[in-house]
């Protein structure tokens, strides 16, 4: 059996018991496909901030690269400072290990409801490919004066060709493997025009490799409009750090809801492991009752089984998935649902 | 009779159709509440810039400036270069005239159906007070090695404390006089934590002063997320420039279209001439078809009047518009739609 070798990282909140979830099934699933699964545990977050002031030290930097894939639960808990772990933490982890592509699919699958009236099945399949290493996550600003009526508090975004292209061959990559073909960029560059040419000058040189793809280009708020008017609109998107994040968390709200929505943060060269995580956060609000699903996690390690190569088991995990949603009726705990997942998947094996 | 010095900026594509119609409408209110209206066109925008590379010259700011308000209908074109007229001129005017209130409110109508299933008239009354003048939309930033590999290129989110503090007073001050008090600053702080710490410090500053009103904080991602889910949990909402030019779009889509949604890009300090506008662009793809729903640029006229202290005129517009909006069946064209609610507002003056 190939063995994966996988780091967890729980996290905080109800990261632990969507994570539990995540890694039955793909017990369930190794097996059949010939996979054996080592796992091996990680605390970081809030409990450890509080406890050591560490959010994620270099040795556990270390031994994390050394895993095929990583497994992340959620980050962030109101006792700790607002973005002390998601930047010691989490987008360490996504700038360390490059993961330069946030895949965020947005699929609305058959049974689940969506807020949107007239809207089907069909018409909500849209993958969003997020930048995931610069843009205005990249940390650079400042303040000066701070406190006075003279306050400056500056924020900036830094693009790099290397960093926009790479995400960018990777959209066109997808959307050539795609029925509709269609790539669409999400910026605002008539205002942002520094970042915004960049993208766009980026976009159509690579395009010239992709004839068979359609280009279009759209202004994040006229996309954040459509995802609701019209998301049909929308097959392939690529879009920077930021406007992937706004986008994908409305795309989780149309496709059913933040318990659904997962991610993987790729490091498509395979130099880093690749993490995935649910698109939803800690919720400390619900933590411990077993009350969060656990439904975005588990299609976040059927993407980190596609990542890896294991596509037909990726698939089945989907295919588990998709059965389940279908048929949900009454209320069930985190467990229930992760078991009756795992079954559907132990049961087609 | 009292006379308001008005100056109309028409622009491109379809702005002149719509603003044609909010005048119109304005006319038909103004002599039953005794005012005059004295407009003065100016021709900017595209067609400007092609003849002579003009945006908006020195002496039109000046004479603008004359002027008790501007009535402004869309500005961009195809032809030519994105970013040229949207920050030579329309940015130009909101940061020479210091909008730094750009008032959107996102108000479902009775009659007006939205794509949310479930939601009512009740549950979208959401008033968005977007900053105007400042952060991502400052246009610092720059480029390096442009066109090479190496290419660098930033753009700069500015945030002052006079800047923030002042629209964040506005906001309070208008969520102070609403039935449910509540003011909800939309930010990503965990993420752009220099700009977020100094939003996040200026409200808690700006809070006691006003004990009456429940301040709460929302990331922009859930933001989007809740206006689709539960705009219900939104009053008031205070946000920087590019977070509120993403949301108003959403709230536009949710609340019936962006042909109804308006705006004003206020000076509340009097100094300059505010400006009032609809929140759609200038859709050249039906432009001079007579196809534009003009309601947006009529209830902006609503917002206009309501500035310069007309606010019973400003009343009898609105509900001149709600009840057309509670009737409309046939489609029409934009000259029907503006006569339908001239009308209506003459009936009931
Ligand atoms: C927690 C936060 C830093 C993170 C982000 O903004 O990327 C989250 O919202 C996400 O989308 O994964
Ligand atoms: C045209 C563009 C510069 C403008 C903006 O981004 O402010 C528009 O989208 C708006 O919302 O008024």
Not at 129 to 144: I, K, L, S
Not at 172 to 193: C, G, Q, S, Y
Not at 298 to 309: F, K, M, Q, R
Request: aromatic fraction near 6%; charged fraction near 20%.
């Amino acid at each position: 059996a190939q063995t994966i070798r996988l780091a967890v990282v729980p996290g905080d909140g109800i990261g632990g018991e969507v994570v539990a979830e995540g890694l039955k099934v793909l017990s369930a699933v190794s097996g059949p496909h010939g996979l054996a699964v080592e796992t091996t545990e990680y605390d970081l977050g809030a409990k450890r901030w509080h406890a050591t002031g560490e959010t994620l030290p270099d040795s556990a930097l270390e031994e994390l690269a050394g895993h095929d894939a990583i497994l992340l639960g959620a980050i962030g808990d109101p006792s700790v400072p607002s973005g002390v772990l998601e930047r010691g933490l989490l987008l360490r982890l996504r700038f360390s290990f490059e993961h330069y592509v946030n895949l965020r699919p947005v699929r609305l699958y058959p049974g689940v409801s969506t807020p949107l009236a007239g809207v089907g099945t069909d018409d909500v399949d849209i993958l969003v490919v997020r930048e995931g290493t610069e843009g205005p996550y990249a940390g650079a600003g400042g303040v000066m004066r701070k406190g006075t009526p003279n306050e400056i508090a500056t924020q900036d975004s830094v693009n790099t060709a290397m960093g926009v292209e790479r995400v960018v061959r990777y959209a066109f990559a997808r959307a050539a493997n795609r029925p509709r073909r269609k790539l669409t960029l999400v910026h605002k560059d008539n205002v942002l025009v520094y970042a915004g040419d960049l993208w766009q000058r980026t976009v159509r040189r690579v395009a010239e490799e992709y004839p068979q793809v359609t280009v279009d280009y759209c202004h994040v708020d006229a996309a954040a409009m459509f995802f609701v008017t019209q998301p049909q609109r929308f097959d392939v998107i690529v879009t920077d750090n930021l406007f992937g994040d706004i986008i994908t968390d409305l795309g989780a709200a149309i496709a059913g809801g933040i318990g659904l929505a997962a991610s993987g943060n790729l490091n498509p060269s395979g130099r880093f492991p690749s993490m995935f995580e649910p698109v939803h956060g800690s919720a400390p609000d619900i933590a411990g009752q077993g009350k969060a699903d656990p439904t975005a996690t588990i299609l976040s390690v059927a993407l980190l089984l596609d990542h890896l190569g294991h596509d037909k088991a990726a698939a089945q995990v989907e295919r588990a998935v998709a059965a389940d949603l279908a048929e949900r009726s009454a209320p069930r705990t985190t467990a229930q649902t992760g078991e009756a997942i795992a079954e559907r998947v132990a049961e087609r094996a």
